[in-house]
T-cell receptor, first 114, second 111 residues
Framework: GAGVSQTPSNKVTEKGKYVELRCDPI?????LYWYRQSLGQGPEFLIY????????DSGLPNDRFFAVRPEGSVSTLKIQRTERGDSAVYLC????????????FGPGTRLTVL | GQQVMQIPQYQHVQEGEDFTTYCNSS?????IQWYKQRPGGHPVFLIQ?????EVKKQKRLTFQFGEAKKNSSLHITATQTTDVGTYFC???????????FGPGTRLSVLP
């Protein structure tokens, strides 16, 4: 069956630009997580959705970062006024239920801010 | 906030040797998950531990959850080259919905 997909796979942008990263979770999964991973580090939690609502957005680093999941399926992570420090791999994961279920990760979007 | 540490950071072993990675949380955990990430890949779920003192086995892999639910370990018996990758633990506290990942232990297996 289809796994979690993320688009684009790579995104190169200039400092100050706006970017959108898309995540398509596994069909039927109600929970969706966004993480970012820098080289040699573990995934860093950004935001968790249960259905359409953000159940926990405590990991968003500042107000330049925003995420939506309007229909409880596809999610978009939006980054305004990108900075070089935003460069990382952005991972999306989905799970069948809440926090007691395994997370299925997508392949990630590698964001490079020049 | 909650912090999760892992040791060692790197481990190089000869094929056939055993390997252990340790995970420690600054706070008591509700549950802990382990993931494996191959070079260039994404994290893949291995196991979840929920109960205090729980031990689970998957073939050559043994996972333990500490009695105080603040630490965990992953032991691999007789490593193989297919075990190469970075092993992450991810802990969820009793008060949150999110998982905090450790920095990972990178395992290299020499044939």
């Amino acid at each position: 069956g289809a796994g979690v997909s993320q688009t684009p796979s790579n995104k190169v942008t200039e400092k100050g630009k706006y970017v959108e990263l898309r995540c398509d979770p596994i069909s039927g999964h109600t929970a969706l997580y966004w993480y970012r991973q820098s080289l040699g580090q573990g995934p860093e939690f950004l935001i968790y959705f249960q259905g359409t609502g953000a159940a926990d957005d405590s990991g968003l680093p500042n107000d330049r970062f925003f995420a939506v999941r309007p229909e409880g399926s596809v999610s978009t992570l939006k980054i305004q006024r990108t900075e070089r420090g935003d460069s990382a791999v952005y991972l999306c994961a989905s799970s069948f239920g809440g926090a007691n279920y395994e997370q299925f990760f997508g392949p990630g979007t590698r964001l490079t801010v020049l | 906030g909650q912090q999760v540490m892992q040791i060692p950071q790197y481990q190089h072993v000869q094929e056939g040797e055993d390997f252990t990675t340790y995970c420690n949380s600054s706070t008591t955990l509700s549950n802990i998950q382990w993931y494996k990430q191959r070079p260039g890949g994404h994290p893949v779920f291995l196991i979840q531990l929920v109960k205090s003192g729980e031990v689970k086995k998957q073939k050559r892999l043994t996972f333990q959850f500490g009695e105080a639910k603040k630490n965990s370990s992953l032991h691999i018996t007789a490593t193989q080259t297919t075990d190469v990758g970075t092993y992450f633990c991810a802990g969820r506290s009793n008060y949150g919905q999110n998982f905090v990942f450790g920095p990972g232990t990178r395992l290299s297996v020499l044939p």
